[in-house]
């Protein structure tokens, strides 16, 4: 064969290998479109319409959530105005901040706006953001603080009296606007729209002095007016009584119903200004807002929701979100003790009160007047009067099966009758190995250590000094709010 004819050859071979290997990646290609896919599982009407949601899905941008911190200095309402730049889907953007309801936004030519009005509690704005994202989103967020949201009006008593007050609460929020409002020294909380105000009527026992009426509203600055009509008439079946003082008393002042000779070494009538401090601190086991007894409250105890005035002490109960122990809590309430200023070994201690009540004349919430030592259960814990159930009951906790109750007569503790809608008196008599309660000058029962005169049952009476603890919580889902636990006054004797 002559070279030419070599020459030749080797291109015929050449292209012939180079058809083989096209071939072969042609039928795999084949081979691979051949393959199942979902518009071969369809019928022939249904395959443009998903041919058509796929590549709408190929589309769509993943879906993108994130948390944005703004930091401010001091708690109040803000006006917040966010600004966005981006591009996202049709369906735009859900922005929360704070506390605030959700809200749709919108980029149009890859530019959108949020301004909304909200309260902070301090140090931090939290906006939450969430949306389908073409491509980076840029912020630009100012805040800024508004005027007080709080409305005060003052009205002059020239002589003192029962009034009625009326006070009306409006809003110029389409939102619900829930609206803290202190009369005088009690605490309601009420509910106000555009074109739907609220209304408070009270009557109240008034000093010739001034009454000092406050609204917070949850959105916006509320309106409100106050009107005053002093009562000339009789005191209606309706209105709580006046506290009587302690100089309406003729003579010694002695336990109410129980016999014996008794000396007076703890009295405070609650007539005074203010709080005696020398004896008493608000709270729970610290200063300023503490933290309930128990983990289950779902109140903070804050030392403005104790209040003496008019011969009384207030206790007061209501719907205020508050924070303490480093969380939040969405009741507040009032409690005192005289831990570290006042305890007591034996003897006895009466409490008149008004208690808390429901619709039904049930005892509201968990109103408590109690005494407790130092080491808990060893050192024993009193519970002279204890709202449980509706009811109002009387217990002893000691070292016997770990602090368990032992109620008053050896069974529930909680006597019947009627112990709301009225002043009361609540005493237990705290005796070496026994305890005997009686609720206004009637013995309810008892409790000792040994023997059977009180009941079948015994528990250790321990003998360690025990405080005074005076306190309106709850412990259960079905708080009623605003309430008050009245208290008129509470003393201890000894033999």
């Given at each position: ?449 040994t023997g059977s005169a009180c009941a079948a049952v015994n528990t250790t009476i321990t003998s360690s ?31």
């Amino acid at each position: 064969m002559s070279r030419r004819s070599v020459a030749l050859w080797r291109v015929v071979y050449r292209s012939l290998v180079t058809l083989a290997i096209v071939a072969v990646s042609t039928m795999g290609v084949a081979t691979a479109s051949a393959a199942p896919t979902r518009a071969g599982l369809l019928t022939r009407s249904e395959q443009p319409r998903a041919r058509i949601a796929d590549a709408h899905k190929a589309a769509e941008p993943p879906m993108v959530a994130f948390v944005v911190r703004r930091h401010i200095a001091t708690r109040g309402f803000y006006s917040v105005r966010v600004k966005f730049i981006g591009r996202a889907v049709a369906g735009g953007l859900r922005v929360r901040v704070s506390r605030a309801p959700v809200e749709r936004v919108r980029l149009r030519d890859r530019h959108g706006a949020l301004a909304i009005r909200v309260w902070s509690h301090g140090y931090t704005l939290v906006l939450h953001i969430r949306g389908h994202l073409e491509a980076r989103l840029r912020l630009q967020i100012s805040a800024r603080h508004l005027p007080d949201p709080d409305r005060s009006v003052k009205k002059h008593i020239a002589t003192a009296g029962l009034y009625k007050v009326r006070v009306v609460v409006s809003t110029t929020s389409d939102i619900a606007n829930h609206v803290k409002l202190k009369i005088g020294t009690t605490h309601y909380l009420v509910t106000a729209r555009r074109n739907d105000p609220a209304t408070v009527t009270a009557e109240m026992q008034l000093a010739a002095s001034v009454l000092a009426v406050k609204a917070s509203g949850s959105h916006t600055r509320p309106d409100m007016t106050v009107r005053l009509a002093k009562i000339t008439a009789a005191t209606p079946a309706s209105a709580p009584p006046a506290a009587p003082t302690a100089t309406t008393a003729a003579g010694p002042i002695v336990p109410t119903g129980v016999p014996g000779t008794w000396n007076l070494i703890f009295d405070d009538e609650f007539n005074g200004a203010g709080l005696n401090t020398a004896d008493w601190s608000t709270g729970w086991f610290g200063s300023g807002i503490t933290r309930g007894v128990s983990s289950n409250e779902p109140e903070c105890y804050d030392p403005s929701h104790v209040a003496e005035a008019n011969g009384e002490l207030d206790l007061n109960f209501s719907q205020e979100s508050e924070s303490c122990n480093g969380v939040s809590q969405p009741y507040t309430s009032g409690m005192i003790t005289t831990n570290g200023k006042f305890s007591f070994t034996y003897g006895l201690i009466e409490f008149r009160a008004w208690l808390p009540s429901t619709s039904n004349g049930q005892v509201a919430d968990w109103p408590g007047l109690w005494t407790d030592g130092q080491d808990w259960p060893t050192d024993g814990e009193i519970d002279v009067a204890e709202g449980l159930g509706g009811s109002v009951c009387a217990h002893f906790h000691g070292p016997t099966d770990n602090g368990a109750g032992y109620g008053a007569g050896g069974i529930t503790g909680c006597p019947p009758g009627t112990y709301t809608g009225g002043w009361h008196t609540f005493a237990a008599d705290w005796e070496p190995g026994i305890v005997t309660w009686y609720y206004d000058g009637h013995d309810i029962g008892c409790i000792s250590t040994t023997g059977s005169a009180c009941a079948a049952v015994n528990t250790t009476i321990t003998s360690s000094p025990m405080y005074i603890i005076m306190g309106l919580g709850s412990s259960s889902n079905a708080e009623t709010a605003p309430v008050s636990l009245r208290v008129d006054y509470v003393r201890v004797w000894q033999h």
